[in-house]
Structure formats: structure tokens, C-alpha cells
């Protein structure tokens, strides 16, 4: 039998990954804060296109159990003129020296969402 402060704690934490996904979306949409780091290779492929690639990761919704396993929608894979992209979302503390203490909470967190090709990882 589960207690109410199992409930809470199970709400706190399914509520916390909500606001995490929001706030993943939000960046990759062009309305959150944060960062973008794109890689040379990237750049090369792009040839003047990163707006293209810029537009492929704020669309991307293909979220699955496999590939967001905790709901946070923090990477994504694509593919741009034959080759295999990744992105991903990382949280730093503010000046980008640590991770971050809490990703829920953007006054502490510092998103930096890089773009890169998959053979680069």
C-alpha cells in the first residue's frame, strides 16, 4: 500500500521531468534559454544549410521509449543529406563549470544543446 508521501514524491518527480521536457522543447524551439554548440562537421555538411539542420531539430517529435527512455526530450537523431545527425541537451550550472543541481529549475540551469554528426560522437 502506497502512502500519500509515495504519491507526492511519485507527482514531484513525474511533474519534475514535465517541467525538464518543457524546458528541452522550449530551447529547441528558439523560446528557451541556452546554448547552441554546433561541430565542424556539421558545419562542413551544412555548407550555408544550418538553418536547414537548425529546423529539422526544432521539429523533431519521433520521441520514443528507446530513444528519450526518461521522457525529457533531451536527444534525437535525424538524418540530413545521407548522414546521421545527433542532437543533444545537456545542463550546466549557470557559468557552465559543472553540471547542474537542478535541470527543473532555469535559474540554475544552463542548457546547451549541441548538433552534431553521429560519427563524431
Avoid at 504519491?7 to 518543457?22: F, G, H, N, V
Avoid at 544549410?49 to 525529457?72: K, Q, R
Wanted: charged share 30%.
Amino acid at each position: 500500500m502506497e502512502s500519500q508521501s509515495d504519491d507526492a514524491c511519485l507527482q514531484s518527480t513525474q511533474d519534475r521531468k514535465l517541467r525538464i521536457r518543457e524546458l528541452n522543447d522550449a530551447l529547441r524551439k528558439g523560446r528557451g534559454q541556452g546554448q547552441l554548440f554546433v561541430t565542424p562537421g556539421v558545419i562542413d555538411l551544412a555548407n550555408g544549410a544550418l538553418p536547414d539542420i537548425v529546423v529539422m531539430v526544432s521539429e523533431f517529435d519521433e520521441f520514443t521509449e528507446e530513444n528519450d527512455p526518461h521522457g525529457e526530450h533531451d536527444f534525437g537523431a535525424f538524418t540530413y543529406r545521407g548522414e546521421k545527425l545527433f542532437w543533444k541537451i545537456d545542463y550546466y550550472d549557470r557559468s557552465l563549470q559543472a553540471g547542474s543541481d537542478d535541470p527543473a529549475d532555469d535559474a540554475v540551469t544552463m542548457r546547451v544543446l549541441t548538433i552534431m554528426l553521429a560519427r563524431e560522437y
